[in-house]
């Protein structure tokens, strides 16, 4: 497994697992969040963004997390080895979002100049995490049906699961010294 993409709701752990599989791995980490947002959550041009996330996974190797299924999967999905679904409950989803917007720190994932703040967009955003798996799950997963069908695709539901994941995979010389 040399390039991952790891797809999921907001607030199921899509950005812990893939630091966790980069240092694991020892391969580096894409967020697309912060490839995607400018300053002030303001959205860049389509070709801006597909520009970024081009030069983003044009190494041999690395793991990206983040869904944008329209925007890059026809970019990401053909050179990846692994997708990885995380079916986190969505009450896990919502609790943690909001705990995350609460504490306001800073995070890797998180665009430069983009804070989270409870205003009417964090209720919206509230309520695309409810409704992901009925109302966007379903749109993801037929893109990535049509652009990588073939491309081994492993679902973790859980702490537990993901822990089980991760421990089953081999370590590499850096975290062997670790």
């Known amino acids: 497994m040399q390039r991952i993409v790891i797809l999921g709701n907001a ?3 899509k ?3 893939a630091r966790a599989l980069g240092r694991r791995l020892g391969l580096p980490v894409v967020h697309l ?3 995607f947002w400018e300053p002030g959550w303001v959205e860049p041009d389509a070709e801006q963004f597909r520009a970024r996330v081009s030069e983003a996974i044009a190494p041999d190797a690395w793991v990206c ?3 944008y299924a329209r925007r890059t999967f026809d970019l990401r999905l053909p050179r990846a080895d692994l997708i990885i679904w995380l ?3 969505r009450l896990t989803c919502l609790r943690r979002v909001i705990v995350r ?3 306001n720190r800073p995070r890797a994932d998180l665009a430069a100049g983009c804070t989270e703040k409870l205003d009417r967009e964090f209720l919206t955003f509230l309520n695309f995490v409810w409704s992901f798996d009925r ?3 379903p749109g993801i ?3 990535r049906l049509a652009v990588g069908p073939q491309i081994r695709t492993v679902h973790l539901c859980g702490a537990r699961q993901i822990a089980a994941f991760l421990d089953g995979l081999p370590a590499t010389a850096e975290t062997c010294l670790e």
């Open 65 to 67: 997390e983040g869904n």
């Open 11 to 13: 607030g199921s752990g």
């Open 15 to 17: 950005s812990t697992l």
């Open 87 to 89: 079916d986190t409950p």
């Open 33 to 35: 969040d912060t490839l």
């Open 141 to 143: 997963e037929a893109v």
């Open 101 to 103: 917007s609460v504490m």
């Open 135 to 137: 109302g966007y799950r």
